[in-house]
């Protein structure tokens, strides 16, 4: 069964960091490319990252550029998002997705002081 679990959220303070984990099960996540993506209240699900399955090239919103870094550990069938500076705009449920898995539960993180 396919299945892609969200970890590593909460609540943290403007200029915090979080590290968001993404754990894929049913399926080799080294032969896919993967994303992180993210909902905040009353807006749409938009792209955050993105991660080949090739040679490892991401790719950043302008909104999180310089801010967060992606990466994947294909031993562990598993992708990070590392998200320094946070600020309350980043404040979201996250999502992985491979294009083509259902949608996990996500995991929630508000930035607030």
């Known amino acids: 069964q396919v299945q892609l679990v969200e970890s590593g959220g909460g609540l943290v303070q403007p200029g915090g960091s979080l590290r968001l984990s993404c754990a894929a099960s049913g399926f080799t996540l080294a032969n896919y490319a993967i994303g992180w993506f993210r909902q905040a209240p009353g807006k749409e699900r938009e792209r955050v990252s993105c991660?080949?399955?090739?040679?490892?090239?991401?790719d950043y919103a302008d909104s999180v550029k310089g801010r967060f870094t992606i990466s994947r550990d294909n031993a562990k069938n598993t992708v990070y998002l590392q998200m320094n500076s946070l600020k309350p705009e980043d404040t979201a449920v996250y999502y992985c997705?491979?294009?083509?898995?259902?949608w996990g539960q996500g995991t929630q993180v508000t930035v607030s002081s």
């Open positions: 997705n491979t294009g083509g898995a259902p």
């Open positions: 991660i080949s399955s090739s040679d490892g090239s991401t």
